[in-house]
């Protein structure tokens, strides 16, 4: 795994865990921050849990690219939330520099978000397309999901990768594509599960009824646990 090689995954940013209270001292929304490959699903991810969740939970979301709205823009179409609750980033380069290296356009967003709209109990931040590098630094979210997605190749899992192997979540979409473009989802599993030893896995079509619901599931039991510790 990675971690066992710094000199080909170097540690790259030095925040520590945000902290969990607000300046009046309540506690801040959870922090859950979604990466992935280009297409893999990333956005119907974050449409397809404010759907399912928008009624038991606040939530808001920040979607970051590199230079334009576009993902914020197709969430404000399929009207997943109102629109005061998402917000855009620019990155103007790498999506890494935004969601690791220099996360302070990251955190002005979602603390103007609590400012405006809080109080929340879920902030989704998604991460501009980018590759099996992409990881989010600890001082701007609490937990990470990462969508990768059979089409792409059922060798993913084994070419492994930070996002892949670190991740509190990974997310194996378009399963439902599977046999037509010839991706083997045991061969995955079984890399998956070699990369990521205990973190959990999980095989899904968004595009099926239903198919974000072990998500979900996923995320409210982060919501819980993160509501349940004393701030």
């Known amino acids: 795994m990675h971690l066992d090689h710094p000199e080909t995954y170097p540690h790259r940013h030095s925040y520590g865990p945000a902290e969990p209270r607000r300046p009046d001292g309540t506690r ?3 922090r859950i921050g979604l990466g992935g490959p280009v297409g893999s699903g990333k956005t119907a991810t974050v449409a397809a849990l404010c759907r399912a969740l928008r009624e038991e939970l606040s939530i808001a979301v920040v ?4 230079y334009t709205r576009e993902d914020a823009e197709f969430l404000l ?5 109102p629109a005061e609750r998402i917000t855009a980033v620019e990155t103007g380069a790498c999506p890494h ?4 290296d220099d996360i302070s356009a990251n955190l002005e967003a979602v603390e103007d978000l609590e400012e405006a709209v809080g109080p929340l109990d879920l902030i989704l931040v998604e991460s501009g397309g980018d590759n099996l590098t992409a990881t989010f630094s600890k001082g701007l979210v609490d ?3 990462f969508v990768i997605d059979v089409a792409g190749g059922d060798d993913i899992p084994r070419k492994g990768g930070p996002g892949v192997t670190t991740a509190d979540l ?13 991706s083997d989802l045991g061969r995955m599993a079984r890399d998956a599960r070699e990369q990521r030893g205990e973190l959990p896995v999980l095989f899904t079509s968004l595009a099926a009824e239903g198919g974000v619901g072990p998500i979900a ?3 409210r039991e982060r919501v819980r646990d993160w509501t349940a510790v004393p701030v």
């Open 77 to 81: 179409r399929e009207a997943v939330l």
């Open 170 to 182: 990974l997310v194996v979409n378009k399963t439902d594509l599977a046999p037509y473009v010839g």
């Open 28 to 30: 801040r929304a959870l």
């Open 63 to 66: 979607t970051n690219d590199i």
């Open 97 to 100: 520099t935004a969601i690791r």
């Open 143 to 145: 937990a990470q999901l």
């Open 217 to 219: 599931d996923w995320v």
